[in-house]
C-alpha cells in the first residue's frame, strides 16, 4: 500500500499537469500558428489525450487516498475510527 505522503505528491503532480497542460493547449488554440493547420490539430489532440490521461491517472489516486484515509478516519464525522 502507498503512503498517504507519496499519493498526495503523485495526485499534486497530476494537478500540475493538467493545469499547465490545459493552459498551454489554451495558448496554443489561441495563437496565430505559421504551421500548418492539420500539423497543429494533431499536436493539439495529442496534448488532450495527454491531459485527459492524467485526469484518469489522478482520479485512480484519489480513489486510492480516499481508502487509506476512509479506514482511518470515519468521513461522516472527520474523527478517527475505533478499533
Do not use: W
Not at 495529442?46 to 485527459?52: A, R, Y
Amino acid at each position: 500500500m502507498a503512503k498517504i505522503r507519496e499519493l498526495f505528491h503523485k495526485i499534486g503532480n497530476l494537478h500540475n499537469k493538467i493545469s499547465v497542460g490545459s493552459g498551454l493547449t489554451k495558448m496554443e488554440l489561441k495563437s496565430e500558428c505559421l504551421v500548418p493547420k492539420p500539423l497543429k490539430i494533431e499536436k493539439t489532440l495529442k496534448k488532450l489525450t495527454q491531459l485527459e490521461r492524467h485526469a484518469v491517472e489522478a482520479s485512480k489516486i484519489l480513489n486510492q487516498l480516499k481508502d487509506v484515509i476512509y479506514n482511518i478516519i470515519d468521513p461522516d464525522t472527520g474523527k478517527p475510527k475505533v478499533k
